[in-house]
């Protein structure tokens, strides 16, 4: 008999669940459309797991928060969208330089500013990779289903904790407020990933002291070993440094420690490729449509495919490659005015035409939109 439970959830909703299956047991937060029901569910279901909820008086000290508690050892996460996710820049970049692992789910929705707040956008992708200032260490993922949200928030938290960074869950309304079946997966079908502990005596610990993995072992607060963290550059203790050269390490250990490894982060969906000429990229809700599209221009003897990229950052430069080496065209759908596409194209763009199908109203692109885009285009 299986041990597997099905559930009719929203993406939100979705995204807890995977967070608590990934061993989430802290969640900072302030309420915020259209993520809101990621902080309700997370306050209703965490004291069953032995779990803390604190709403914060606003999103920069829920990000502080959430950092605090993973120090403490305890896997954290936070909420938001737009608005707030501006916010919680700073904090974000503190800790990517003093690397505490935890996971911020942003569900975008329209802007700039206010904007639409319950309106489906993907307007956040640049500042997924630059919201926060100097050069630092990004992942971002971005799901398209509500299953798919509920492993992917799994997958974050564990390449949170294996490299010891924040991970973005990088969500759109769309896919965070349509409801679908939930898989709820066995405990023992799950893959969870737990920070590597120091093995050495607590007087012998060197807090930022890398492996050959780039990753130094992280002791928790309270666990009898005493170490600095600090915003500044630092040397292999923990505490400031002004020297050049070690402040220089530094920054290029944080970023090759995930750039290095990105064939381990690397997640997409191929559809219809084997003998696509024409090749659409899309990714979270507007995937959807790429493949209703598809699936249509297909019955018209279009050889039409998708490359949908789950990994937004560090982007998949080898995969777009391939690509454009066997398509005719590139079409980027999404909705905002070319954030992606500006990546796609510098990738792609000597090798075929990249063009890009932008909609920033508020609505989903529709598959009807994709297609005339594709066929106005000849």
Not at 29 to 54: D, H, M, N, R, V
Request: aromatic share 8%.
């Amino acid at each position: 008999m299986s041990n597997k439970e099905y559930k009719l959830l929203q993406g939100n909703e979705a995204c807890v669940e995977g967070a608590i299956a990934a061993g989430m047991r802290f969640f900072a937060g302030y309420p915020i459309t259209p993520s809101t029901e990621i902080a309700e569910l997370s306050a209703q279901k965490l004291p069953k797991y032995g779990g803390k909820f604190i709403q914060m008086e606003d999103e920069l000290s829920s990000m502080a928060a959430i950092i605090g508690a993973s120090l403490t050892g305890i896997k954290s996460m936070t909420a938001t969208s737009g608005p707030g996710f501006s916010l919680m820049q700073e904090n974000l970049g503190y800790a990517c330089i003093t690397e505490v692992p935890c996971v911020v789910a942003n569900v975008q929705r329209g802007g700039p500013s206010t904007g639409l707040p319950t309106s489906p956008a993907q307007g956040d992708v640049m500042q997924a990779k630059w919201g926060t200032h100097g050069d630092h260490p990004v992942i971002a993922l971005t799901p398209n289903s509500v299953q798919e949200t509920y492993e992917i928030t799994i997958t974050a938290f564990n390449l949170a904790e294996k490299y010891r960074t924040p991970v973005i869950l990088l969500m759109d309304e769309t896919v965070g407020h349509m409801r679908e079946k939930l898989i709820l997966k066995d405990p023992s079908e799950i893959k969870v990933i737990n920070r590597k502990k120091p093995t050495c005596k607590p007087e012998d610990y060197v807090a930022y002291r890398a492996d050959e993995d780039l990753i130094p072992p992280m002791a928790s607060f309270g666990e009898g070993y005493r170490y600095h963290v600090t915003g500044l550059t630092h040397d292999e203790t923990g505490f400031p440094t002004n020297n050049n050269e070690i402040s220089g390490k530094l920054i290029e250990r944080l970023n090759n420690k995930v750039e290095k490894n990105i064939g381990e982060m690397s997640y997409y969906e191929e559809y219809e490729l084997e003998d696509a000429e024409i090749v659409i990229v899309a990714f979270g809700g507007v995937s959807r449509s790429a493949k209703s599209a598809i699936d249509e221009m297909r019955r018209n003897g279009k050889k039409v495919g998708l490359f949908r990229p789950i990994t937004i950052w560090p982007i998949l430069e080898k995969q777009i490659n391939k690509i454009s080496e066997k398509s005719k065209e590139i079409y980027v759908a999404e909705m905002n005015l070319g954030q992606y596409f500006l990546e796609v194209d510098r990738i792609a763009g000597k090798k075929c035409p990249v063009n890009k199908i932008c909609k920033v109203t508020g609505e989903l692109i529709t598959p009807n939109e994709i297609i005339n885009a594709i066929y106005g285009g000849k």
